[in-house]
């Protein structure tokens, strides 16, 4: 069974930096990428970053320059730098992993409040 478990969600003030991280067990077979999503409330579920295998970066704009996606330490584990944070970035952050039969695992979603 794959599960993915974030950490490094919390409470900072605009301008502050936090890091997430999230590490994936069980299985994926032809992993494609990972990454993180972000959904705020009453709103949809929105790509903030993507880790391709080959090492290819994809950011949303509302967030380039401010955030760093990278692989983690462990084997299958991506981390996500935030600087420069905004109010507008609280949301609760969902690390994904997709393989590439277009198949997505999920997180259980960490939160994130940035306050002004």
């Known amino acids: 069974q794959v599960q993915l478990v974030e950490s490094g969600g919390g409470l900072v003030q605009a301008g502050g930096s936090l890091r997430l991280s999230c590490v994936q067990s069980g299985t994926v077979f032809t992993i494609n990428a990972m990454g993180w999503y972000r959904q705020a409330p009453g709103k949809e579920r929105e790509m903030v970053a993507l880790?391709?295998?080959?090492?290819?970066?994809n950011y949303a704009d509302f967030v380039k320059g401010r955030f760093t996606i990278s692989r983690g330490n462990a084997k299958n584990a991506v981390e996500m730098q935030m600087t420069s944070l905004e109010p507008e970035d609280t949301a609760v952050y969902y690390c994904?992993?997709?393989?590439?039969?277009?198949?997505?695992?999920w997180g259980q979603g960490t939160q994130v409040t940035v306050s002004s």
């Open positions: 994904n992993v997709q393989n590439l039969a277009g198949r997505q695992y």
């Open positions: 880790i391709f295998t080959n090492g290819h970066t």
